[in-house]
Structure formats: C-alpha cells, structure tokens
C-alpha cells in the first residue's frame, strides 16, 4: 500500500478518497488532482489507467454516494479520462480493496456512517413541493 503525501492540506472528503484509492494495489493508477499534484498508485503491472480530477466536489460525490456519486461526477465533468474502459478496468481489478464500489466484500465503517448521514438527511426533507426544492 502507498500512502499520499501532499503538500498541502486535504479537504476532510478528499482525504477519505486518497486514503482508498491508495489500497488498490493492483494494475496502476495515474491520479491527477485539481491543485497539478500527480501520483501513480498500484503495482504498475497490468492494467493502467488515468484519471485528471478537475474539481474538488468530485471528492465528495465519491464519498456520500460511491460508485454513482463517481459516475455522475465523470458525466457532470468533475473528472475526465483517456480512457474510460480502462479506468473501469482498473476499478474491478482492485474490488476486493475498494468499500465504496458496488460488489466490494470490504466495508468502511467511515464511508457507511457518512453515507447514513447522507440518506437521514433526504429522510428528514419534507415530501411536500417546497421540500423538494432542496
């Protein structure tokens, strides 16, 4: 596993993610953040794949929402790729190391509370026309 020196500090979201994206170890991972710091994360063996993050809300997509929230940031363009069959690839290839993706056996206690968080929040939303406003 590598760890994701910055020199600068992290968002509490963004922290979350690059401490996740750092235990997957397999293929390799060529991660481009919005402040033009890179890293290359995995065992360069196999599958490669790039991301560029080009906005920082990306983070907490990933977070509260998981492999949707990570979807619809690359559809919403909060992230880009070169390639997105092979980022895909990278995912599945790494799932067993992965608690946000969908299929994972591993479990975050951090993501789950957060992710509670989230559902209460829309829970607690009035179904009435000004509520969903919000």
Not at 28 to 53: K, M
Not at 93 to 113: D, E, F, R
Not at 114 to 125: I, V
Request: aromatic content about 10%; some cysteine; hydrophobic content about 40%.
């Amino acid at each position: 596993m590598r760890t994701i020196a910055l020199t600068r500090k992290k968002s509490f979201y963004e922290g979350i993610v690059l401490d996740l994206l750092s235990k997957m170890e397999r293929g390799s991972l060529n991660l481009a953040l919005p402040s033009g710091e890179s890293f290359l994360l995995g065992d360069q063996q196999g599958i490669s794949a790039s991301i560029a993050i080009k906005d920082p809300e990306f983070f907490k997509r990933c977070v509260l929402y998981g492999d949707i929230g990570f979807g619809e940031a690359y559809v919403d363009g909060l992230w880009d790729t070169d390639n997105i069959t092979q980022v895909i690839k990278w995912f599945l290839l790494n799932i067993n190391n992965a608690p946000g993706i969908s299929g994972s056996t591993v479990k975050s206690l951090a993501l789950n509370l957060l992710k509670l968080f989230n559902k209460a929040s829309h829970w607690k939303r009035a179904n009435t026309l000004s509520g969903s406003r919000r």
